[in-house]
């Protein structure tokens, strides 16, 4: 069956560098999304990778292996508004292609 | 542009009552879905519409109906209220299938607490 994985929490300091991982296990493969949600809100896109490599988008990027069938977002330069939820989701063959959620990881940054 | 927008914002009912969520989006955007979310929990994918007329059954459809008059609006109907049903409720658009370079626009979310 499909699944993806992801930690649950990550805490970091202020500043600093932290890397969000994620494995997944799908039917056929047609990209790994990235999005933001923080408490109460909805969630926000932040980046899509269909390639093996690293996509870079200010001071967020997002790797992909489809090899390994794993990807990361790597979050520089962490700033406390940066706490938040993050989840990695792909669209998947046997759910009609569409898309399918992990449980996200909980991004606790202290001062 | 207002984006994706949801009503109501909060909703309490009883077990066996039905209510609508209203979802509307003026991107003109032909794909639309709707998710719930439980606490630590993934979004899951309730129902989706590929355009005005077309729509089909997510992960998890049971006690859910959906119907897609038009462009701009995707209302979600729950038929007889149970308390499994008690989550967040996510309207979504998008230009173009989900997981792919075009992003999902959200709605603020539906807080649904049925007692």
């Known amino acids: 069956g499909q699944s993806l994985e992801q930690p649950s929490e990550v805490t970091a300091v202020e500043g600093a560098i932290v890397q969000i991982n994620c494995t997944y296990q799908?039917?056929?493969?047609?990209?790994l999304s990235w999005y933001q949600q923080h408490d109460g809100g909805a969630p926000t896109f932040l980046s899509y990778n269909a390639l093996d490599g690293l996509e870079e988008t200010g001071r967020f990027s997002s790797f992909l292996s489809r090899s390994d069938s794993y990807g990361y977002l790597l979050l520089q330069e962490l700033q406390m508004k940066d706490s938040a939820s993050y989840f990695c989701a792909v669209r998947d063959q046997d759910s009609n292609y569409q898309l399918i959620w992990g449980a996200g990881t909980k991004l606790i940054i202290k001062p | 542009n207002a984006g994706v927008t949801q009503t109501p914002k909060f909703q309490v009912l009883k077990t066996g009552q039905s209510m609508t969520l209203q979802c509307a989006q003026d991107?003109?955007?032909?794909?639309m879905s709707w998710y719930r979310q439980d606490p630590g929990m993934g979004l899951r994918l309730i129902h989706y519409s590929v355009g005005a007329g077309i729509t089909d059954q997510g992960e998890v459809p049971n006690g859910y109906n959906v119907s897609r008059s038009t462009t701009e609006d995707f209302p979600l109907r729950l038929l007889s209220a149970a308390p499994s049903q008690t989550s967040v409720y996510f309207c979504?658009?998008?230009?173009?299938?989900?997981?792919?370079?075009?992003?999902?626009?959200f709605g603020p979310g539906t807080r649904l607490t049925v007692l």
């Open positions: 991107m003109n955007h032909e794909y």
């Open positions: 799908t039917s056929g493969f047609y990209g």
């Open positions: 979504a658009s998008s230009y173009s299938n989900p997981g792919g370079p075009s992003p999902q626009y």
